[in-house]
């Protein structure tokens, strides 16, 4: 492959196929994209010297933190890279593989290893989260180990696919580890009221996934006169009772993460990156930009394990923030949104929501979330969720949500129409709730009026979607494209099997799904 780097990792790869050229389209230049490969390779060389695939647990931190660092949009930073490599060489042989040998490989094999390996990065990011929180779990850290072990042998296409499976069954082990240590830590989410006016006077906002890291924030600028706003995926961190005691976590900043560098031009406030969805800062607001964790950025602030989060305090006073408050809107013109519907809400009113299926009241349930991304065509989403049908109710989740989410779509029976269930890994929640009807109603999740539309655009989106597959579930429509890494012979299984398919246009899509409903 006579390329400057190769990636088709995430939805927005150039021309649907691969990024080759001197960049990405997410902005990581060739050497970066080449130094997590060889990142990759240096983790697939450790878990080959790893017995019985029992990680010590430098080696477990080590892979795990590795494989969150080569996520879209987390790390562009060379130094970081480097320095991780050499962390692994340091307890490792150095014998590292050559990921080439995946990129150059029969192109049903590069795709059954590539959904391995994108959907092992998703899992690490959550298993990340949780065991900053004190919460792991041995099945899923030797699972790394063996799946970088698979991607690094020759193995054909029917030993392969039993992995893939299997890396959707471990990770729902891990989201549920994860919810577990969220709720632990923080509480039962419950439905709360975002606003979207940004108030007078200093302050930070707060993107990405980590809620410990905005828990540390929110402590260390108690008493400073600062406001706190979410942004991204942090918006759920508004219904967690521990977080909610703060009365300085405000509100919500902006949209989705690739509307960053159009929304914080010019901003008079601090930005903390936590995790992933970092865009190349533009030079309106470089200099207020930290990250922390495994997001790095040549000639950013970073805050290091000590999170000490003094420099993003000080900024954030320096610049004084707005003189008057800030009225902003969601893309269709709200001014509020609201999250919080967790699974133990939504389950708390389950005998409501049983009742008024079997009253006819409720005839449809959809599942409409996942990713947000820039690539022309995802106002399908937000065109489609506009046609549900009023007697139906919408779930929502992750950062694909705000393109509905400002909307009103009023009430059945007492309940909202629509509810945001939470971050990504929350569709553990939604899985929750839909086994419960089922159970209710004493059927498959597949037999009930339950329709599943996913935007994806990482690899936080395929590991999730491997779970729902692990999990049975049939006619998932995904989009707003399908996966560049998806070869044909792959997709086929998926079809068959799962009567997984692509997105069409929100009319059609509709007419299909209300047809299934039984």
């Known amino acids: 492959m006579d390329n400057k780097m190769f990636c088709f990792q995430c939805e927005q790869t150039a021309g649907c196929s691969g990024c080759t050229g001197c960049a990405g389209v997410c902005g990581k230049s060739a050497d970066v994209a080449n130094l997590q490969d060889k990142l990759t390779g240096s983790l697939i060389g450790l878990a080959g010297e790893i017995?019985?695939?029992?990680?010590s647990a430098e080696e477990k931190k080590l892979i795990i933190e590795g494989l969150f660092t080569t996520i879209t949009n987390v790390n562009f930073n060379e130094s970081t890279i480097k320095t991780m490599i050499d962390k692994i060489h340091s307890i490792s042989g150095g014998a590292d593989y050559d990921m080439t040998n995946i990129w150059n490989a029969d192109e049903d094999i590069r795709s059954l290893k590539s959904l391995i390996l994108f959907g092992i990065r998703g899992m690490a990011a959550y298993a990340y989260h949780a065991m900053v929180l004190g919460y792991e779990d041995e099945t899923v850290d030797a699972f790394f180990v063996e799946a970088l072990n698979?991607?690094?042998?020759?193995?054909?296409?029917?030993?392969?696919?039993?992995?893939?499976?299997?890396?959707?069954?471990?990770?729902?082990?891990c989201m549920g580890l994860l919810d577990t240590a969220n709720t632990k830590s923080y509480g039962n989410p419950v439905p709360t009221e975002v606003s979207l006016t940004i108030e007078k006077g200093p302050f930070i906002v707060v993107t990405g996934h980590d809620l410990l890291d905005l828990k540390m924030l929110l402590e260390q600028t108690k008493d400073k006169g600062i406001n706190i706003y979410t942004h991204g995926e942090m918006l759920p961190a508004h219904a967690y009772p521990e977080l909610k005691k703060y009365s300085h976590l405000k509100g919500n900043f902006g949209t989705a993460w690739q509307n960053q560098q159009k929304e914080f031009a010019d901003i008079p406030g601090a930005v903390l990156f936590t995790t992933n969805c970092l865009m190349p800062p533009k030079p309106s607001y470089k200099d207020r930009v930290f990250t922390t964790e495994m997001v790095s950025y040549p000639e950013i602030v970073h805050i290091g394990d000590e999170k000490d989060f003094s420099p993003v305090i000080e900024k954030a006073l320096e610049l004084g923030g707005y003189k008057e408050d800030q009225h902003f809107t969601g893309i269709n013109g709200g001014h509020e949104v609201t999250t919080g519907f967790g699974h133990g809400t939504i389950l708390s009113v389950a005998d409501k929501v049983v009742e008024a299926v079997k009253a006819g009241d409720i005839r449809h349930f959809f599942l409409v979330g996942g990713c947000d991304g820039a690539r022309p065509g995802r106002n399908y989403f937000t065109d489609f969720v506009k046609q549900t049908p009023k007697n139906s109710i919408v779930l929502t989740l992750a950062c694909g949500k705000y393109r509905f989410n400002d909307l009103d779509l009023g009430t059945i029976g007492g309940l909202p129409r629509l509810m945001d269930m939470g971050q990504c890994n929350d569709a553990y929640g939604a899985i929750q709730v839909a086994v419960a009807l089922a159970n209710a109603f004493g059927c498959g999740v597949n037999d009930l009026p339950l329709s599943m539309v996913l935007?994806?655009?990482?690899?936080?989106?395929?590991?999730?979607?491997?779970?729902?597959?692990?999990?049975?579930?049939?006619?998932?429509?995904?989009?707003?494209?399908?996966?560049a890494f998806i070869s044909p012979n792959v997709l086929k299984i998926l079809v068959d099997t799962y009567n997984i398919g692509a997105v069409t246009t929100p009319e059609a899509d509709m007419a299909r799904c209300l047809g299934m409903q039984s």
């Open 51 to 55: 017995k019985n695939n029992v990680p």
């Open 150 to 173: 698979a991607i690094g042998q020759e193995l054909g296409m029917d030993d392969l696919l039993p992995i893939v499976m299997k890396v959707g069954e471990i990770n729902f082990k």
């Open 455 to 483: 935007s994806w655009y990482e690899q936080k989106a395929v590991c999730i979607l491997l779970t729902l597959l692990h999990l049975g579930i049939k006619n998932i429509l995904l989009g707003p494209t399908l996966p």
